[in-house]
């Protein structure tokens, strides 16, 4: 009788320490694969700034990504999640957070927070970071996992991220997580002198040129392509426009073809 309590009880002691033990054992698993991930995927592509390959290596993906997918966290590739959305590919969060050259005091704006992982990684070489989702699910599950791990410098928004986020402007950096047609007018309008924005900007929702923005003065705006994606679509007020009819199909067209 008392054995079966001691042992079978949530808080008997010989259970507590097997979990504890257990729980260290799955952690440390996890920061090996990382430490892999980071060298493998990230280091041999090219991308070598330590402080960047540090905040990688520090924030666990695992916590950021379905239950059932956990053991595929490390990856080399994006992974689905609720809403039908996805948490991009590591490389490719972390080659868009080196093109953006973030520095230590810098206001970053990230429009389509997603799961939150790439605002955990941002909030490790920024001094914050404000994050727009459209859907509320995501921004709650994100707000959730990042204050569950401590990242306190981070800030959730529900709503359409193509607006950016004005009264908090303007942004050291701007980082888009979705592709759409065009660089926004308002992030471009919100990005400060000197300010760099990285996007996927491409005609047709699905494949998109990675492209870097530097805001060189009120009006004078360098650009530079890093590449070619494959983002889901940025859709909102100032990106492509969700046609209900097709929804469940999961099709979009552009705002231009539906007004
Ligand atoms: N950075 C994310 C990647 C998420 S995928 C991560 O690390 O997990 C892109 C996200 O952009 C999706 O969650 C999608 O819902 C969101 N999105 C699309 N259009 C948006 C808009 N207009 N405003 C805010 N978020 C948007």
């Known amino acids: 009788m008392v054995t079966s309590r001691r042992i079978a009880g949530p808080a008997g002691p010989l259970t507590r320490r097997y979990l504890v033990r257990r729980r260290r054992v799955v952690v440390a ?3 090996r694969q990382r430490a892999h991930m980071v060298a493998r995927q990230i280091a041999a592509r090219g991308l070598t700034d ?14 950021f990504v379905p239950p059932h997918l956990r053991a595929f966290a490390y990856e080399d590739g994006p992974l689905p999640i609720a809403a039908g959305q996805t948490i991009s590919q590591p490389y490719i969060v972390a080659l868009m957070i080196d093109a953006a050259a973030l520095a230590p005091g ?5 429009i389509g927070a997603g799961s939150g ?3 955990a990684v941002m909030s490790r070489l920024a001094a914050e970071i404000l994050a727009v989702e459209r859907h509320a699910l995501l921004a709650e599950e994100a707000r959730r996992c990042l204050g ?5 410098n981070v800030a959730v928004r529900h709503g359409d991220g193509t607006l950016g986020w004005p009264e908090a402007a303007p942004f050291d950096a701007i980082v888009v997580a979705a592709g759409g047609p065009e660089v926004p007018g308002p992030l471009r309008r919100q990005l400060r002198i000197g300010g760099r924005l990285v996007m996927p900007v491409g005609a047709r929702p699905g494949s998109q040129r990675l492209v870097r923005l530097l805001r060189r003065g009120e009006e004078d705006f360098s650009e530079d392509a890093l590449g ?15 046609d209900p009819a097709r929804r469940d199909a999961g ?3 552009a705002r231009s073809e539906v007004e």
Request: glycine share 8%; proline share 4%.
């Open 29 to 31: 698993q996890f920061a």
């Open 251 to 253: 099709r979009y067209q």
């Open 148 to 152: 569950r791990l401590g990242y306190g």
């Open 228 to 242: 070619l994606v494959s983002f889901v679509p940025l859709i909102g007020a100032e990106g492509w426009a969700e």
């Open 117 to 119: 992982y790439a605002a």
């Open 50 to 63: 330590a402080r960047l390959l540090a905040a990688v290596r520090a924030v666990p993906r695992e916590c």
């Open 106 to 110: 810098d206001r970053v704006l990230e």
